[in-house]
C-alpha cells in the first residue's frame, strides 16, 4: 500500500519560513518524480513544485519561484519543500504527489501523478 505524509505544516508569521516533508512508502521512490500542490479554501489546486525521479531536473510556479526550493533524499524515500519569504495568499493545504515518469521529467499536471498524501495546513498570517 503505497503512503505519502506530509509533515513540517503550521502558522507562520510573513516572511518567515517552513520546510515541508513528506515520506514516501510502499513504492519504489527513485522510480517516482515528486510534486507539490496547494490549495486554499474556495481555490482551485495549484501546481506549486515538481522534481525529478532522477537527476536534480525541477520546475516551480512562478508564484514560487525564488522563494521556495523542492529537493529529495532517495535513501530516506523523502521529498522536501523549503519555503522561504513565506507571504499571507501561501496560506493553504499543500499537498505530496508521487509520479510515474520518465527520469527527466517534471509533471505539473495533477492528472499525470498517482498518489497523494492527505496534505499538510500552512498559515501564513500578516
Known amino acids: 500500500q503505497v503512503q505519502l505524509v506530509e509533515s513540517g505544516g503550521g502558522l507562520v508569521q510573513a516572511g518567515g519560513s517552513l520546510r515541508l516533508s513528506c515520506a514516501a512508502s510502499g513504492l519504489t521512490f527513485s522510480s517516482y518524480a515528486m510534486g507539490w500542490f496547494r490549495q486554499a479554501p474556495g481555490k482551485e489546486q495549484e501546481f506549486v513544485a515538481a522534481h525529478s525521479r532522477r537527476g536534480s531536473s525541477t520546475y516551480y510556479a512562478d508564484s514560487v519561484k525564488g522563494r521556495f526550493t523542492i529537493s529529495r533524499d532517495n535513501a530516506k524515500n523523502t521529498v522536501y519543500l523549503q519555503m522561504n519569504s513565506l507571504k499571507p495568499e501561501d496560506t493553504a493545504g499543500y499537498y505530496c504527489?508521487?509520479?510515474?515518469?520518465?527520469?527527466?521529467?517534471?509533471?505539473?499536471?495533477?492528472?499525470?501523478?498517482?498518489?497523494w498524501g492527505q496534505g499538510t495546513q500552512v498559515t501564513v498570517s500578516s
Open positions: 504527489a508521487a509520479a510515474s515518469a520518465a527520469w527527466y521529467s517534471v509533471p505539473i499536471g495533477p492528472k499525470e501523478y498517482n498518489y
